[in-house]
């Protein structure tokens, strides 16, 4: 019996083994047997670490495989959402052939970084079009900052992309004071934003970016959806590049 499962599990049959010993009733093991399968399954597995490697690996796969697909169908489902909202800031070139749509808060570190990458790409590509949500999950302080923002927007559109642009690409941490004083730089005053934040300026753009990232599955920023990709974490320029070539040549973000 003992050389049988040893031959089972170095031809590479031991889930096969597992789940037929799963799945057999109580009696068909006697205790002795049992001991005999557990001592040599367990001596394998010492001697072979790199199994428990290889099912981790793949269990991970499947897991983001999974993530993959919910990520995709709601993508499908929300397209009008996510990529037309009126109320989203957009970058770039607003009739671009490919749209990238990232969810971003301010006090978020890698979002800082990121902004770099957005700005490369679109000084290099003139066809990518950016469209920026608005994403505070960092705390209170990302809250108020947010409140500005959108506050700022609703009184001076035009110049919302310098406000944007200033306060995330700024060094300091954002709050309603530092977001105050980017508007006031920009021309729009105190009195005018705190009429607006009364008027709960924007607040339907981040409940809808609250429910979709739900709907997404999002948990962090930054967070990119390119086509029918969910792109979690800042990429880097160099993905984000070749997911905008990739839309180019099959009209998926992922060929």
Do not use: W
């Not at 983001?64 to 990520?71: G, L, N, S, V």
């Not at 009008?80 to 971003?104: C, H, R, W, Y």
């Not at 505070?136 to 947010?146: C, N, R, Y």
């Not at 086509?227 to 800042?234: E, F, K, R, T, Y």
């Amino acid at each position: 019996m003992a050389s049988k499962i040893i031959n089972l599990l170095a031809s590479g049959a031991f889930v096969a083994a597992s789940v037929l010993a799963s799945t057999a009733p109580a009696n068909a093991f006697d205790d002795a047997q049992k001991k005999e399968i557990g001592d040599i399954v367990r001596q394998y597995l010492v001697e072979n670490p790199e199994v428990l490697l290889e099912a981790q690996d793949a269990l991970q796969a499947k897991r983001e495989q999974a993530t993959a697909a919910k990520a995709a169908g709601a993508i499908d489902k929300n397209k009008q959402a996510l990529f037309s909202d009126a109320s989203d800031l957009v970058m770039g070139n607003p009739k671009g052939d490919v749209t990238i749509v990232e969810f971003f808060d301010y006090n978020c570190t890698y979002c800082k970084h990121a902004i770099k990458d957005m700005s490369a790409l679109i000084k290099s590509d003139p066809n990518v079009r950016f469209v920026l949500k608005e994403f505070p999950i960092l705390g209170q302080d990302s809250i108020e900052a947010h409140k500005i923002a959108l506050a700022f927007r609703a009184i001076a559109p035009e110049k919302y992309g310098q406000f944007h642009m200033a306060l995330l690409g700024g060094t300091g941490h954002a709050n309603k004071e530092t977001a105050l004083k980017v508007a006031e730089s920009l021309g729009v005053s105190k009195a005018e934003i705190a009429k607006q934040v009364a008027a709960n300026a924007g607040e339907q753009s981040v409940k809808s970016s609250y429910e979709l990232a739900d709907a997404l599955g999002i948990q962090g920023t930054p967070a990119y959806i390119i086509g029918n990709d969910l792109i979690p974490g800042a990429a880097g320029l160099d993905v984000l590049t070749q997911k905008v070539a990739n839309m180019r040549a099959c009209g998926k973000a992922t060929c």
